[in-house]
C-alpha cells in the first residue's frame, strides 16, 4: 500500500506560530502530495513535490521530501485561525491515492 | 468550487433501504475515484475508474455497494439494503493523468437510521 501515516495526530498551536506535520510512507513513489480538509467538506490540494525534488514552497508552505527516508514535512508560517483543519499526504505511485488518518491542526487566535 | 460536483449534499434513509449516489467529474478528467470517510478518519478508498471501466475495487467493497460510470463522464455509486454502519461522508475525485493533483467534491454525507 502507497499509504502516508501523517503525524502527529493533533497539533494545537497559537496564530503566528509555525506548524509542522510529517508523513511516512512505505514504498517507492513518483510525487507526493498534501491535501487539507476543513470540516465537513472535500480535500483541497495544496502541493506536489516530486520524487526527485527536496523541497518546495507555495506561499507560506514548505514542503519537503526525502526518499531514502521515505518521509515528508509541511510546514506552515505565520499560522492563521484559518489554516484550522485535517491535513492529509498521499504518497503517489501507479495506484489510486491512499490516505491516512491525518493530522487534526487548531490555531488558536 | 473544485468542479467536482456530488448529488445530494446529504441523504438520510432507513436501514435497509437503497441509496444512489452521483458524482459529476471535471470534464476532461478521465480517472474518477470514490471515497469514504467517517469521523477523525482519513478518506477510504472504495473504487476507481479510468473512463467507464472500473479498474479497482477495494476489498472493504462489499457485494452491497455498486458503482458505475456508463459513458465515461458521471457515476454512480449505490449502496443497496442500508445499515448503520454505512453511515459516513462518501467522496468522489477526479484526475487527468495518474499521480496527479486530485480534484474532490464536497461529498454526500449519509446517515442510516
Known amino acids: 500500500s502507497q499509504q502516508g501515516e501523517e503525524d502527529p495526530q493533533a497539533l494545537s498551536i497559537q496564530e503566528g506560530e509555525n506548524a509542522t506535520m510529517n508523513c511516512s510512507y512505505k514504498?517507492?513513489?513518483?510525487?507526493l502530495q498534501w491535501y487539507r480538509q476543513n470540516s465537513g467538506r472535500g480535500l483541497v490540494h495544496l502541493i506536489l513535490?516530486?520524487?526527485?525534488?527536496r523541497e518546495k514552497h507555495s506561499g507560506r508552505l514548505r514542503v519537503t521530501l526525502d526518499t531514502s527516508k521515505k518521509s515528508s514535512s509541511l510546514l506552515i508560517t505565520a499560522s492563521r485561525a484559518a489554516d484550522t483543519a485535517s491535513y492529509f499526504c498521499?504518497?503517489?505511485?501507479?495506484?489510486?491515492?491512499?490516505f491516512g488518518k491525518g493530522t487534526r491542526l487548531s490555531v488558536i487566535a | 468550487d473544485t468542479g467536482v460536483s456530488q448529488n445530494p449534499r446529504h441523504k438520510i434513509t432507513k436501514r435497509g433501504q437503497n441509496v444512489t449516489f452521483r458524482c459529476d467529474p471535471i470534464s476532461e478528467h478521465n480517472r474518477l475515484y470514490w471515497y469514504r470517510q467517517t469521523l477523525g478518519q482519513g478518506p477510504e478508498f472504495l473504487t476507481y475508474f479510468q473512463n467507464e471501466a472500473q479498474l479497482e475495487k477495494s476489498r472493504l467493497l462489499s457485494d452491497r455497494f455498486s458503482a458505475e460510470r456508463p459513458k465515461g463522464s458521471f457515476s454512480t455509486l449505490e449502496i443497496q439494503r442500508t445499515e448503520q454502519g454505512d453511515s459516513a461522508m462518501y467522496l468522489c475525485?477526479?484526475?487527468?493523468?495518474?499521480?496527479?493533483?486530485?480534484?474532490f467534491g464536497q461529498g454526500t454525507r449519509l446517515t442510516v437510521v
Open positions: 498521499a504518497p503517489s505511485g501507479n495506484t489510486p491515492l491512499v
Open positions: 475525485a477526479t484526475t487527468g493523468a495518474v499521480g496527479t493533483e486530485a480534484f
Open positions: 514504498t517507492s513513489i513518483n510525487n
Open positions: 513535490i516530486r520524487s526527485n525534488e
